[in-house]
């Protein structure tokens, strides 16, 4: 089955305490995005990425890092995370640079 | 700039009642791609439509129908004879080739009632 799989879908962490969230697909998608959604706020583009080794930033990337060493995988990283990175958080491919298909959502608290 | 706007935060209709899901885009470019997502209360974002910005025909699937007007800058979406598993959160989002990314609407929570 054609999917984007991210983990955990739940998080509680602490302030300081690295995490990373995993992002993997089995569709040979060249695209893959991550995004942050806030209430009212709609869905923000953190990071994508084009293929392999190349990403860039998107509207709201400050306290994340991500990283794309093969095809299927694309982890988001916070290094040191902070209360305002409480948020929902989608993982995105595509073959294309549209027309995504979405993670299950990692919802994400930071106290 | 680009954005999209989603007016209307959260509306309730009774089950069987037509809604109206209002969608409102600001771009310059002249290809670009308009998107609805739907999100349940279990969180996934399930597609729903993308219409690309040359093709202006009206769509229907099933209950659903999608009315996209270049004029207006709009891209409303229909739900006929809605049901309680309509609820949900409908993102409106556009693709935009020029800069390469998508911009989200803030969403319009529809709650139907039984």
């Not at chain 1, 869905?43 to 293929?51: A, D, G, K």
């Not at chain 1, 990337?61 to 990175?85: A, C, D, H, T």
């Not at chain 2, 209950?63 to 409106?92: G, L, M």
């Amino acid at each position: 089955e054609a999917q984007v799989t991210q983990n955990p879908r739940y998080l509680i962490t602490v302030t300081g305490k690295k995490l990373t969230v995993t992002c993997s697909q089995n569709m040979n998608h060249e695209y893959m995005s991550w995004y942050r959604q806030d209430p009212g706020l709609g869905l923000r583009q953190i990071y994508y990425s084009m293929n392999v080794e190349v990403t860039d930033k998107g509207d709201v990337p400050e306290g994340y890092k991500v990283s794309r060493k093969e095809k299927r995988n694309f982890p988001l990283i916070l290094e040191s995370p902070s209360p305002n990175q409480t948020s929902l958080y989608f993982c995105a491919s595509s073959s294309t640079p549209y027309g995504y298909t979405f993670g299950s959502g990692t919802r994400l608290t930071v106290v | 700039a680009q954005k999209v706007t989603q007016a209307q935060t959260e509306i309730s209709v009774v089950e069987k009642e037509d809604v109206t899901l209002d969608c409102v885009y600001e771009t310059r470019d002249t290809t670009y791609y308009l998107f609805w997502y739907k999100q349940p209360p279990s969180g996934e974002l399930v597609f729903l439509i993308r219409r690309n910005s040359f093709d202006e025909q009206n769509e229907i699937s099933g209950r659903y129908s999608w009315n996209f007007q270049k004029s207006t800058s709009s891209f409303n979406f229909t739900i006929t004879a809605s049901q309680v598993v309509d609820s949900a959160v409908y993102f409106c989002a556009f693709f935009s080739y020029n800069f390469n990314k998508f911009y989200f609407g803030s969403g319009t929570k529809l709650n139907v009632k039984p």
